[in-house]
């Protein structure tokens, strides 16, 4: 099982971007369906974005389409969300997630993601 620790959180003034970085801890990197959720204070964890275990496809929740990318960089065991044009909208923890080994399929919903790290905080400034 992979082993997920997120960095690059931080405060950042509306309009700013923030790179997030999620290191992985194993030699099977390259055998997980990747994503990024986030939780603001009194919501329910939401989807940002996802990736294939190759990074070939890529997919987006609707409110950061455009302004959010994500990528993974398998040889170094990586996975990247580079936020830009945040709102104060965008503040709250972010997650990065891994679906169970053998489970290469999107989805959206956390449930569907047995491994996380501990999160990292972004807070935007209006």
């Known amino acids: 099982q992979v082993q997920l620790e997120e960095s690059g959180g931080g405060m950042v003034q509306a309009g700013g971007s923030l790179r997030l970085s999620c290191a992985a801890a194993g030699r099977t990197f390259n055998r997980y369906f990747m994503g990024w959720f986030r939780q603001a204070p009194g919501k329910e964890r939401e989807f940002v974005a996802a990736i294939t275990d190759n990074g070939g496809s890529k997919y987006y929740a609707d409110s950061v389409k455009g302004r959010f990318t994500i990528a993974r960089d398998n040889a170094k065991n990586m996975m990247y969300l580079q936020m830009n044009s945040v709102g104060p909208g965008d503040t709250a923890v972010y997650y990065c997630?891994?679906?169970?080994?053998?489970?290469?399929?999107?989805?959206?919903?956390?449930?569907?993601?047995?491994?996380w790290g501990q999160g990292t905080q972004v807070t935007v400034s209006s």
């Open positions: 997630a891994a679906r169970p080994w053998g489970y290469y399929s999107y989805s959206n919903s956390a449930s569907d993601y047995n491994t």
